[in-house]
Protein backbone atom coordinates (compact mmCIF):
# COMPACT_ATOMS: atom_id res chain seq x y z
CA UNK A 1 0.00 0.00 0.00
CA UNK A 2 1.29 3.89 -0.79
CA UNK A 3 -0.38 6.41 0.88
CA UNK A 4 -0.40 9.76 -1.20
CA UNK A 5 -1.08 12.80 0.27
CA UNK A 6 -1.74 15.96 -1.99
CA UNK A 7 -1.14 19.51 -1.05
CA UNK A 8 -1.13 23.17 -2.20
CA UNK A 9 -4.57 23.80 -3.31
CA UNK A 10 -6.73 26.95 -2.60
CA UNK A 11 -8.39 30.17 -4.36
CA UNK A 12 -6.38 31.54 -7.44
CA UNK A 13 -6.78 34.15 -9.78
CA UNK A 14 -7.04 33.56 -12.92
CA UNK A 15 -4.30 33.74 -14.58
CA UNK A 16 -1.80 32.41 -11.46
CA UNK A 17 -0.43 29.73 -11.00
CA UNK A 18 -0.08 27.02 -8.36
CA UNK A 19 1.93 24.24 -7.54
CA UNK A 20 0.63 21.35 -6.18
CA UNK A 21 2.45 18.24 -4.09
CA UNK A 22 1.56 14.85 -3.89
CA UNK A 23 3.56 13.35 -1.04
CA UNK A 24 4.17 9.51 -1.13
CA UNK A 25 4.60 6.88 1.64
CA UNK A 26 5.10 3.63 0.76
CA UNK A 27 7.42 0.71 1.66
CA UNK A 28 8.01 0.10 -2.20
CA UNK A 29 10.42 2.53 -3.58
CA UNK A 30 8.42 5.16 -4.86
CA UNK A 31 10.31 5.13 -8.54
CA UNK A 32 8.51 1.86 -8.77
CA UNK A 33 5.13 4.17 -9.61
CA UNK A 34 3.94 5.70 -12.54
CA UNK A 35 1.99 8.57 -10.86
CA UNK A 36 -0.87 11.02 -12.80
CA UNK A 37 -2.82 13.55 -11.66
CA UNK A 38 -6.84 13.72 -12.10
CA UNK A 39 -9.51 16.21 -11.62
CA UNK A 40 -12.61 16.36 -10.68
CA UNK A 41 -14.75 19.72 -11.37
CA UNK A 42 -18.47 20.96 -9.93
CA UNK A 43 -20.77 18.53 -12.12
CA UNK A 44 -18.43 16.46 -13.96
CA UNK A 45 -16.79 13.44 -13.85
CA UNK A 46 -12.80 12.77 -12.87
CA UNK A 47 -10.84 13.34 -15.41
CA UNK A 48 -7.19 12.58 -16.60
CA UNK A 49 -4.79 15.44 -16.49
CA UNK A 50 -1.29 14.59 -16.61
CA UNK A 51 0.90 11.63 -15.74
CA UNK A 52 4.73 10.58 -15.40
CA UNK A 53 6.66 7.57 -15.80
CA UNK A 54 8.53 6.22 -13.44
CA UNK A 55 11.64 7.99 -14.01
CA UNK A 56 10.36 11.16 -14.54
CA UNK A 57 11.07 11.49 -18.04
CA UNK A 58 7.98 10.88 -19.95
CA UNK A 59 5.04 12.64 -19.52
CA UNK A 60 1.29 12.91 -20.44
CA UNK A 61 -1.09 15.86 -20.70
CA UNK A 62 -4.82 16.38 -21.67
CA UNK A 63 -5.12 18.94 -24.41
CA UNK A 64 -6.95 21.34 -21.94
CA UNK A 65 -3.82 21.55 -19.89
CA UNK A 66 -0.64 21.33 -22.27
CA UNK A 67 1.62 24.14 -22.09
CA UNK A 68 0.16 25.70 -19.36
CA UNK A 69 0.72 22.72 -16.62
CA UNK A 70 4.10 20.71 -15.86
CA UNK A 71 4.12 17.78 -13.83
CA UNK A 72 7.34 16.27 -12.33
CA UNK A 73 8.24 14.55 -10.05
CA UNK A 74 11.42 13.71 -7.39
CA UNK A 75 11.92 10.33 -6.49
CA UNK A 76 14.37 11.01 -3.99
CA UNK A 77 11.88 13.29 -2.05
CA UNK A 78 8.97 10.90 -3.29
CA UNK A 79 7.02 13.25 -4.42
CA UNK A 80 5.14 14.51 -7.31
CA UNK A 81 4.35 17.72 -8.63
CA UNK A 82 1.88 19.37 -10.87
CA UNK A 83 3.28 23.22 -11.91
CA UNK A 84 -0.23 25.24 -12.72
CA UNK A 85 0.18 28.52 -14.59
CA UNK A 86 -2.34 30.81 -16.93
CA UNK A 87 -5.31 29.11 -14.48
CA UNK A 88 -8.46 29.00 -16.19
CA UNK A 89 -11.97 29.17 -14.57
CA UNK A 90 -12.51 25.74 -16.05
CA UNK A 91 -9.55 24.80 -14.09
CA UNK A 92 -11.24 24.91 -11.15
CA UNK A 93 -12.10 21.60 -9.52
CA UNK A 94 -10.75 18.81 -6.73
CA UNK A 95 -7.01 17.38 -7.78
CA UNK A 96 -6.26 13.73 -6.77
CA UNK A 97 -2.73 12.14 -7.09
CA UNK A 98 -3.06 8.50 -8.26
CA UNK A 99 -0.16 5.67 -8.51
CA UNK A 100 0.28 2.60 -10.30
CA UNK A 101 2.03 -0.51 -10.42
CA UNK A 102 0.63 -1.81 -13.86
CA UNK A 103 -0.71 -0.88 -17.12
CA UNK A 104 0.40 1.35 -20.09
CA UNK A 105 -2.92 3.38 -20.72
CA UNK A 106 -1.77 6.93 -18.46
CA UNK A 107 -5.20 8.37 -18.83
CA UNK A 108 -7.62 6.19 -18.20
CA UNK A 109 -8.41 5.71 -13.86
CA UNK A 110 -8.48 2.31 -13.53
CA UNK A 111 -5.09 2.30 -14.16
CA UNK A 112 -4.43 3.68 -10.49
CA UNK A 113 -4.71 1.76 -7.96
CA UNK A 114 -3.70 4.29 -5.38
CA UNK A 115 -4.95 7.94 -4.50
CA UNK A 116 -4.80 10.52 -2.64
CA UNK A 117 -7.94 12.58 -0.54
CA UNK A 118 -7.83 15.26 -3.32
CA UNK A 119 -7.31 19.12 -2.97
CA UNK A 120 -9.33 22.03 -4.11
CA UNK A 121 -8.16 24.59 -6.14
CA UNK A 122 -10.47 27.24 -7.33
CA UNK A 123 -9.78 29.64 -10.16
CA UNK A 124 -11.69 33.02 -9.40
CA UNK A 125 -11.40 36.21 -11.18
Known amino acids: QVQLVESGGGLVQVGGSVRLCCAATSGRTFSSYSMAWFRQGPGKEREFVAAINRNGRSTSYTDSVKGRFTCSRDNAKNSVFLHMNTLKPEDTAVYYC?????????????????WGQGTQVTVSS
Open 98 to 114: AAALYGSTWDLSGKYAY
